[in-house]
């Protein structure tokens, strides 16, 4: 199973709240690539894939994000998420699964 079939939801799969949903388990050569450091930059492959809003891994826009306002210049300056409980964690690789501890450099917190 490749990594790309990792982060796919199942097609027919119903939106489960992210409260019931149990950790996407890796296999453990999957977790090591996705943790390994790229030497060049200092960045891992999760690095790379790490969405700003949720801090997990996926290929789809992220469901923790309801709503995204930009200005006439392109800058993001709104994000509105939905509530706790209220939306879907299937298909999303979490940092923990990995073994990573350190939280997304970004500035979520500024725009929330």
């Avoid at 149990?22 to 943790?35: G, I, Q, S």
Wanted: hydrophobic letters at 40%; aromatic letters at 6%.
């Amino acid at each position: 199973m490749s990594l790309l079939d990792l982060l796919k939801p199942p097609p027919t799969a119903a939106l489960t709240p992210v409260s019931v949903v149990e950790p996407l388990e890796l296999d453990p050569e999957v977790a090591k690539a996705l943790a390994t450091v790229d030497p060049s930059d200092g960045k891992t492959p999760f690095d790379r894939l790490r969405c700003a809003h949720c801090g997990g891994a996926h290929l789809r826009a992220c469901p923790r994000v309801k709503r995204m306002r930009w200005a006439e210049n392109g800058r993001l300056i709104e994000v509105e998420f939905w509530p706790a409980g209220e939306w879907s964690a299937d298909g999303i690789i979490w940092p923990e699964a990995i073994g990573a501890t350190e939280a997304p450099a970004d500035n979520t917190e500024a725009m929330t």
